[in-house]
């Protein structure tokens, strides 16, 4: 069983920088995919930053350029780095962690989130 705790969250600026950070135990973090997800009051979850277990990284269109994900395998812990926040930008973040050999939503751990807020 996997456990997820995020930190880093705040208030910022706009135009300011956050990172968040994603600390894993209880299982091998290195066997996960990681993933950060967002959610704004009254919108949809939509995720937002993915890193594979080879380190390959995927962004959802609004936010490339200006974030950053990245892992440590050996502190079991993910992060984002995000830069050139916008008001947009605000939401509760969630880190997820898909296990490479299991399939199925059902089968991904989710953090308790951590929120981002930005002020213009």
């Known amino acids: 069983q996997l456990q997820l705790v995020e930190s880093g969250g705040g208030l910022v600026q706009t135009g300011g920088s956050l990172r968040l950070s994603c600390a894993a135990s209880?299982?091998?973090?290195?066997?996960?995919?990681m993933v950060w997800y967002r959610q704004a009051p009254g919108k949809q979850r939509e995720q937002v930053a993915l890193?594979?277990?080879?380190?390959?990284?995927e962004y959802k269109d609004s936010v490339k350029s200006r974030f950053t994900i990245s892992r440590d395998n050996a502190k079991s812990t993910a992060y984002l780095q995000m830069n050139n926040l916008q008001p947009e930008d605000t939401a509760e973040y969630l880190c997820?962690?898909?296990?490479?050999?299991?399939?199925?939503?059902?089968?991904?751990?989710w953090g308790q989130g951590t929120q981002v807020t930005v002020s213009s």
């Open positions: 997820n962690a898909r296990h490479r050999s299991r399939v199925g939503a059902s089968s991904w751990y």
């Open positions: 209880g299982d091998d973090f290195s066997q996960y995919i």
């Open positions: 890193i594979t277990i080879g380190g390959m990284t």
